[in-house]
């Protein structure tokens, strides 16, 4: 069963605009990570985010966690077309340990 | 950042023959690697964890006789699909743990697309 459950499904937006995406999660975790996924790709880290920390930043991502909701965000601000892919967050329970995905967000970027 | 390969990235076979594929860890060393498959448009479902001179563990629902998973090295972890039939058809991709590595991140391969005619 999944761990995460991602919304929206699916989200377009212009080229400019900022995309967010939230994450739920089920059970105590280590950390949260964020993947991208281009269509038949494998995946991309993005973030890593650990069970201590509230926010993180990487470029123009911006990933919140609040444990106590068991939730968390992904912000892509100023978004590209080259943004346009799906997005995955995923838990492990443990350091280094395996991952449970989400469902994944699917982001189209229009020009 | 850290490499992993596999091979074929993409393979078509016919109902009843066996596929293997290959995940590499090109410049670490990886006790431990995962088998993901991926349906179109779903998420990732982790199939397997693949133990380095050890027998893998699978995930509830997944025949171990049909996804055979050896891992002989640091750097190489193989799934077999035996017996393949259309709906084996799937994405698989494998992600390894760098040993040396500080962090919890897992380093994913381009994944594997099998079509079972």
């Known amino acids: 069963s999944q761990q995460g459950e991602e919304d929206p499904q699916a989200l377009s937006i212009q080229e400019g605009e900022n995309a967010t995406m939230n994450c739920s999660y089920k059970t105590s975790i280590n950390n949260l990570q964020w993947y991208r996924q281009n269509s038949g790709r494998g995946l991309v880290h993005l973030i890593l985010?650990?069970?201590?920390?509230r926010e993180k930043h990487s470029g123009r991502l911006r990933v919140t966690l609040d444990t106590s909701k068991k939730s968390s965000s992904l912000l892509i601000t100023a978004s590209r077309a080259a943004d346009t892919a799906s997005y995955f967050c995923a838990t492990a329970q443990a350091a280094g340990n395996k991952l449970t995905f989400g469902g994944g967000t699917r982001v189209l970027v229009k020009p | 950042g850290a490499v992993v390969s596999q091979h074929p990235s993409r393979v078509i076979c016919k109902s009843g023959t066996s596929v293997k594929i290959e995940c590499r860890s090109l410049d670490f060393q990886a006790t431990t690697m995962f088998w993901y498959r991926q349906f179109p448009k779903q998420s990732l479902m982790l199939m397997a964890t693949s133990n380095e001179g050890s027998k893998a563990t699978y995930e509830q629902g997944v025949e171990k006789d049909k996804f055979l998973i050896n891992h002989a090295s640091l750097t190489l972890s193989t799934l077999t699909v035996t017996s393949a039939h259309p709906e084996d058809s799937s994405f698989y991709i494998c992600?390894?743990?760098?040993?040396?590595?500080?962090?919890?991140?897992?380093?994913f391969g381009e994944g594997s697309r099998l079509t079972v005619l």
């Open positions: 985010i650990r069970s201590n920390e």
């Open positions: 992600s390894a743990r760098d040993i040396g590595g500080p962090t919890g991140e897992l380093f």
